[in-house]
């Protein structure tokens, strides 16, 4: 899996190498000083530590630049993402506001990047022993990214520990009819799919089969 990761993040970056690179980032006069992210721009793209770019991603789109400066700096904010624990914003956030800025209408082989790249990093997720709350954090920001969650939740059937990690994670939010991710908000169809799936038969099968297994 790693050397399949690294040929995803290189996909990612070789498809928006043509996005240009921003000539300054403007931020909200009320929010932001003047020239506050003119550092993001005096380096490569993949040279911006993740403390650097952690402010400018947060903000992006609501108080601090342009769909055009946020297209270009998604290579690396996904990246980030995917790789720095405990990073800010959340997944959620991030590929929220890609949704926000429409991304599924890019170029094609930026789109197929995005997909390969959230696909790849989800089975990366998925082999980590103790992957509950990051299953959690990337299912919720696939969906509210838009996506369509069916083969990510037919994988998560066919790795039942898995399914009863991200099934604790929302047990008690499930007796409301909800998931437990706040970052659900804004993307409600997206949470009844999750719930309708978690509620299934076969799903209910496998939680059960599994957690009398395990007890």
């Not at 402010?55 to 601090?64: D, E, I, P």
């Not at 991030?94 to 991304?103: P, R, T």
């Not at 169809?189 to 957690?211: G, L, Q, Y």
């Amino acid at each position: 899996m790693k050397a399949n990761w690294q040929a995803t993040i290189e996909q990612l970056y070789a498809a928006f190498k043509t996005v240009p690179k921003p000539r300054h980032v403007e931020g909200c006069p009320c929010c932001t000083s003047e020239g506050e992210f003119r550092h993001l721009l005096a380096k490569p793209l993949r040279d911006v530590s993740p403390d650097e770019l952690g402010r400018y991603a947060s903000k992006a789109l609501t108080t601090v630049g342009t769909e055009d400066d946020f297209h270009y700096f998604i290579p690396r904010i996904l990246e980030v993402s995917a790789t720095e624990c405990g990073w800010w914003p959340e997944p959620a956030i991030v590929l929220g506001k890609m949704q926000m800025a429409d991304w599924q209408s890019w170029p094609s082989e930026q789109v197929s990047a995005v997909r390969a790249f959230l696909w790849v990093n989800f089975l990366r997720v998925l082999e980590q022993e103790d992957c509950g709350s990051d299953l959690d954090d990337w299912i919720c920001a696939v969906g509210r990214g838009g996506e369509d969650l069916s083969p990510y939740l037919a994988q998560l059937e066919r790795q039942p520990v898995k399914l009863v990690l991200l099934y604790e994670d929302n047990s008690e939010s499930l007796l409301k009819g909800r998931l437990s991710n706040p970052f659900w908000e804004g993307a409600a169809s997206a949470e009844e799919a999750v719930v309708k799936w978690f509620r299934s038969s076969d799903v209910v099968e496998v939680i059960n089969k599994t957690c009398g297994m395990e007890s």
